[in-house]
Protein backbone atom coordinates (compact mmCIF):
# COMPACT_ATOMS: atom_id res chain seq x y z
CA UNK A 1 0.00 0.00 0.00
CA UNK A 2 1.51 3.13 -1.06
CA UNK A 3 -0.26 6.53 -0.18
CA UNK A 4 -0.54 10.40 -1.72
CA UNK A 5 -1.86 13.12 -0.40
CA UNK A 6 -1.78 16.64 -1.15
CA UNK A 7 -2.59 19.18 1.60
CA UNK A 8 -5.11 21.32 -0.53
CA UNK A 9 -4.53 24.47 2.35
CA UNK A 10 -1.53 25.48 3.99
CA UNK A 11 -0.45 28.61 5.10
CA UNK A 12 3.19 27.71 4.63
CA UNK A 13 4.37 31.37 4.34
CA UNK A 14 3.29 31.89 7.79
CA UNK A 15 5.74 32.69 10.76
CA UNK A 16 5.83 28.96 12.43
CA UNK A 17 6.82 27.85 9.18
CA UNK A 18 9.27 30.70 7.69
CA UNK A 19 12.89 30.37 7.03
CA UNK A 20 12.25 26.27 7.87
CA UNK A 21 9.53 25.06 5.30
CA UNK A 22 12.02 22.87 3.98
CA UNK A 23 12.21 20.54 7.15
CA UNK A 24 8.29 20.60 7.20
CA UNK A 25 8.31 19.78 3.86
CA UNK A 26 10.37 16.67 4.36
CA UNK A 27 7.96 15.91 7.41
CA UNK A 28 5.02 15.79 5.33
CA UNK A 29 6.44 14.25 2.15
CA UNK A 30 7.96 11.07 4.89
CA UNK A 31 3.98 10.83 5.18
CA UNK A 32 3.18 10.63 1.80
CA UNK A 33 2.19 14.37 1.32
CA UNK A 34 3.98 15.47 -2.01
CA UNK A 35 2.08 18.25 -2.96
CA UNK A 36 1.07 21.86 -1.24
CA UNK A 37 -1.33 24.86 -2.23
CA UNK A 38 -0.83 27.83 -0.27
CA UNK A 39 -3.81 30.27 -0.42
CA UNK A 40 -2.73 33.96 0.40
CA UNK A 41 -4.31 36.42 2.31
CA UNK A 42 -4.18 39.56 1.12
CA UNK A 43 -1.69 42.06 -0.51
CA UNK A 44 1.45 41.78 1.90
CA UNK A 45 2.04 37.82 1.26
CA UNK A 46 1.32 37.29 -2.83
CA UNK A 47 5.02 38.05 -3.23
CA UNK A 48 5.46 35.40 -0.36
CA UNK A 49 3.81 32.95 -1.65
CA UNK A 50 4.99 33.26 -5.38
CA UNK A 51 8.16 33.45 -4.21
CA UNK A 52 7.98 30.02 -1.94
CA UNK A 53 6.75 28.25 -4.95
CA UNK A 54 9.65 29.06 -7.01
CA UNK A 55 11.87 27.76 -4.04
CA UNK A 56 10.05 24.31 -3.63
CA UNK A 57 8.58 22.34 -6.58
CA UNK A 58 6.03 20.76 -4.78
CA UNK A 59 4.70 24.18 -3.91
CA UNK A 60 1.73 26.15 -6.04
CA UNK A 61 -0.60 29.32 -4.46
CA UNK A 62 -3.95 30.75 -4.93
CA UNK A 63 -3.93 34.55 -5.28
CA UNK A 64 -6.92 36.74 -2.92
CA UNK A 65 -8.06 38.54 -0.54
CA UNK A 66 -9.21 37.15 2.84
CA UNK A 67 -12.69 38.15 4.43
CA UNK A 68 -11.36 39.25 7.30
CA UNK A 69 -7.79 40.58 6.08
CA UNK A 70 -9.63 42.98 3.54
CA UNK A 71 -7.49 46.81 3.60
CA UNK A 72 -9.00 49.97 4.16
CA UNK A 73 -8.66 50.88 0.99
CA UNK A 74 -10.63 47.88 -0.54
CA UNK A 75 -11.32 48.66 -4.02
CA UNK A 76 -7.57 49.54 -4.83
CA UNK A 77 -6.40 46.27 -3.33
CA UNK A 78 -9.09 44.40 -5.67
CA UNK A 79 -6.88 46.24 -8.85
CA UNK A 80 -4.08 45.33 -7.57
CA UNK A 81 -4.77 41.61 -7.22
CA UNK A 82 -6.27 41.95 -10.12
CA UNK A 83 -2.85 43.37 -12.09
CA UNK A 84 -0.98 40.45 -9.45
CA UNK A 85 -2.82 37.18 -11.11
CA UNK A 86 -2.61 38.72 -14.51
CA UNK A 87 1.37 38.73 -13.88
CA UNK A 88 2.38 35.68 -12.17
CA UNK A 89 -0.35 33.24 -14.11
CA UNK A 90 3.09 30.14 -13.36
CA UNK A 91 2.01 27.89 -10.29
CA UNK A 92 -1.32 30.54 -9.50
CA UNK A 93 -3.94 27.57 -9.48
CA UNK A 94 -6.59 29.54 -7.80
CA UNK A 95 -8.10 32.74 -6.62
CA UNK A 96 -8.10 32.50 -2.70
CA UNK A 97 -8.56 32.55 -0.14
CA UNK A 98 -11.42 34.71 -0.29
CA UNK A 99 -15.21 34.41 0.63
CA UNK A 100 -17.53 35.98 3.67
CA UNK A 101 -16.83 35.48 7.39
CA UNK A 102 -19.88 37.05 9.59
CA UNK A 103 -19.08 35.42 12.83
CA UNK A 104 -18.62 38.81 14.33
CA UNK A 105 -21.47 40.60 13.84
CA UNK A 106 -20.25 43.97 13.73
CA UNK A 107 -17.86 43.05 10.92
CA UNK A 108 -18.28 45.23 7.50
CA UNK A 109 -20.97 42.47 5.56
CA UNK A 110 -21.19 45.25 2.35
CA UNK A 111 -17.48 45.38 2.24
CA UNK A 112 -16.80 41.48 2.27
CA UNK A 113 -19.63 41.05 -0.47
CA UNK A 114 -18.28 43.26 -2.54
CA UNK A 115 -14.83 42.14 -2.43
CA UNK A 116 -15.86 38.32 -2.88
CA UNK A 117 -18.10 38.93 -5.52
CA UNK A 118 -15.02 40.77 -7.36
CA UNK A 119 -12.91 37.53 -6.77
CA UNK A 120 -15.68 35.58 -8.07
CA UNK A 121 -15.33 37.56 -11.21
CA UNK A 122 -11.45 37.72 -11.35
CA UNK A 123 -11.94 33.65 -11.40
CA UNK A 124 -13.83 33.35 -14.59
CA UNK A 125 -11.62 35.78 -16.52
CA UNK A 126 -8.63 33.73 -15.43
CA UNK A 127 -11.07 30.21 -15.79
CA UNK A 128 -9.26 29.82 -12.44
CA UNK A 129 -11.07 27.65 -9.30
CA UNK A 130 -11.69 29.53 -5.93
CA UNK A 131 -10.48 29.04 -2.62
CA UNK A 132 -13.58 30.05 -0.06
CA UNK A 133 -13.59 31.03 3.46
CA UNK A 134 -17.56 30.71 4.50
CA UNK A 135 -17.88 31.06 8.31
CA UNK A 136 -21.46 31.84 9.26
CA UNK A 137 -22.18 32.79 5.70
CA UNK A 138 -22.98 29.98 3.66
CA UNK A 139 -26.24 31.48 2.50
CA UNK A 140 -24.94 34.02 1.54
CA UNK A 141 -21.93 32.11 -0.27
CA UNK A 142 -24.53 30.61 -2.36
CA UNK A 143 -25.96 33.59 -3.09
CA UNK A 144 -23.09 35.48 -4.80
CA UNK A 145 -22.20 31.88 -6.25
CA UNK A 146 -25.54 31.03 -8.27
CA UNK A 147 -25.52 34.61 -9.15
CA UNK A 148 -21.73 34.83 -10.72
CA UNK A 149 -21.62 31.16 -12.35
CA UNK A 150 -18.41 30.79 -11.67
CA UNK A 151 -17.41 27.54 -14.55
CA UNK A 152 -14.10 26.13 -12.38
CA UNK A 153 -15.67 26.11 -9.33
CA UNK A 154 -13.72 25.73 -6.31
CA UNK A 155 -13.76 24.48 -2.67
CA UNK A 156 -15.31 25.39 0.12
CA UNK A 157 -12.45 25.38 2.40
CA UNK A 158 -12.31 23.66 6.34
CA UNK A 159 -16.09 23.06 5.94
CA UNK A 160 -18.27 22.93 8.65
CA UNK A 161 -21.95 22.41 8.31
CA UNK A 162 -24.79 20.37 6.77
CA UNK A 163 -25.02 17.66 4.74
CA UNK A 164 -27.75 19.83 3.27
CA UNK A 165 -25.70 22.83 2.67
CA UNK A 166 -22.78 20.95 1.37
CA UNK A 167 -25.41 19.49 -1.53
CA UNK A 168 -26.04 23.02 -2.28
CA UNK A 169 -22.26 23.97 -2.96
CA UNK A 170 -21.74 20.60 -4.49
CA UNK A 171 -24.21 21.33 -7.30
CA UNK A 172 -23.02 24.80 -8.18
CA UNK A 173 -19.51 22.73 -8.72
CA UNK A 174 -17.88 22.96 -5.32
CA UNK A 175 -15.83 20.25 -3.67
CA UNK A 176 -16.00 20.21 -0.08
CA UNK A 177 -12.52 20.91 2.09
CA UNK A 178 -12.32 18.47 4.64
CA UNK A 179 -9.66 19.39 7.86
CA UNK A 180 -9.32 19.45 11.27
CA UNK A 181 -13.16 19.74 12.26
CA UNK A 182 -13.39 15.98 11.30
CA UNK A 183 -11.35 14.89 14.40
CA UNK A 184 -13.83 16.32 17.16
CA UNK A 185 -15.75 14.19 18.74
CA UNK A 186 -18.67 17.59 19.04
CA UNK A 187 -18.94 17.89 15.49
CA UNK A 188 -21.61 15.84 14.87
CA UNK A 189 -23.31 17.32 11.96
CA UNK A 190 -20.67 18.05 10.30
CA UNK A 191 -19.25 14.27 10.70
CA UNK A 192 -22.10 13.38 9.04
CA UNK A 193 -22.23 15.74 5.90
CA UNK A 194 -18.82 14.42 5.35
CA UNK A 195 -19.68 10.69 5.67
CA UNK A 196 -22.67 10.79 3.27
CA UNK A 197 -21.33 13.24 0.38
CA UNK A 198 -19.89 11.34 -2.96
CA UNK A 199 -16.05 10.53 -2.33
CA UNK A 200 -15.48 12.24 -5.21
CA UNK A 201 -16.19 15.25 -4.05
CA UNK A 202 -14.03 15.63 -1.16
CA UNK A 203 -10.60 17.20 -0.45
CA UNK A 204 -8.17 17.21 2.00
CA UNK A 205 -6.59 19.93 3.97
CA UNK A 206 -4.83 21.02 7.39
CA UNK A 207 -5.33 24.71 7.20
CA UNK A 208 -1.78 24.61 8.75
CA UNK A 209 -0.54 26.55 11.01
CA UNK A 210 -3.96 26.17 12.32
CA UNK A 211 -7.35 24.01 12.69
CA UNK A 212 -4.89 21.38 15.04
CA UNK A 213 -6.65 18.30 15.18
CA UNK A 214 -8.40 16.35 18.36
CA UNK A 215 -5.18 15.49 20.50
CA UNK A 216 -2.88 18.23 19.32
CA UNK A 217 -4.76 21.52 20.55
CA UNK A 218 -2.28 24.04 21.27
CA UNK A 219 0.51 23.08 19.32
CA UNK A 220 1.32 24.68 15.44
CA UNK A 221 -0.84 22.32 12.97
CA UNK A 222 1.39 20.75 10.31
CA UNK A 223 0.71 19.23 6.31
CA UNK A 224 1.95 15.56 7.67
CA UNK A 225 -1.39 15.82 9.42
CA UNK A 226 -3.29 15.38 6.31
CA UNK A 227 -2.44 11.43 6.52
CA UNK A 228 -3.98 11.40 10.02
CA UNK A 229 -7.06 13.24 8.28
CA UNK A 230 -7.39 10.42 6.10
CA UNK A 231 -7.53 7.85 8.99
CA UNK A 232 -10.84 10.06 10.06
CA UNK A 233 -12.22 10.16 6.99
CA UNK A 234 -12.02 6.29 6.36
CA UNK A 235 -13.82 5.37 10.13
CA UNK A 236 -16.13 7.80 9.50
CA UNK A 237 -17.15 6.83 6.01
CA UNK A 238 -16.22 2.92 6.43
CA UNK A 239 -14.37 2.93 3.50
CA UNK A 240 -10.87 1.90 3.26
CA UNK A 241 -8.11 4.17 3.43
CA UNK A 242 -6.28 3.21 -0.24
CA UNK A 243 -9.66 4.59 -2.02
CA UNK A 244 -10.02 7.30 -0.17
CA UNK A 245 -6.72 8.08 -0.67
CA UNK A 246 -6.85 7.94 -4.25
CA UNK A 247 -9.93 9.26 -5.06
CA UNK A 248 -8.88 12.80 -3.07
CA UNK A 249 -5.61 12.33 -4.80
CA UNK A 250 -7.31 12.28 -8.25
CA UNK A 251 -10.12 15.20 -6.91
CA UNK A 252 -7.39 17.72 -5.82
CA UNK A 253 -5.17 17.13 -8.98
CA UNK A 254 -8.70 17.81 -11.23
CA UNK A 255 -9.40 20.91 -9.54
CA UNK A 256 -6.62 23.06 -9.20
CA UNK A 257 -4.79 21.61 -12.71
CA UNK A 258 -1.39 19.84 -10.72
ZN1 LIG B 1 -6.67 29.38 5.43
Same mark, same amino acid.
Given at each position: ???? /?? !?????? =???????? %???? +?? @??????????????????????????????????????????????????????????????????????????? /?? !?????? =???????? %???? +?? @??????????????????????????????????????????????????????????????????????????????????? =????????????????????????????????????????????????????
Amino acid at each position: MSFE /FI !DSHCHL =DFSPFSEN %EGYY +LQ @KAQEKGVSKFIVPSVNQSNWANVVSLSRQHESIYYALGIHPLFISNDHQSEVLSLTKFVSEHRDKCVAIGECGLD /FW !DKESNR =DIQVDVFR %EQCL +LA @KIHQLPLIVHSRKSHDHVLKILREIKPEKGGVIHGFSGSFQQAEQFIQLGFYIGVGGVISYERAIKTKNAIAKIPLDKILLET =DSPDMPLSGFQGKINTPDKVANLCDYLAMIRKESKQSIANVVYKNTTSLFGI
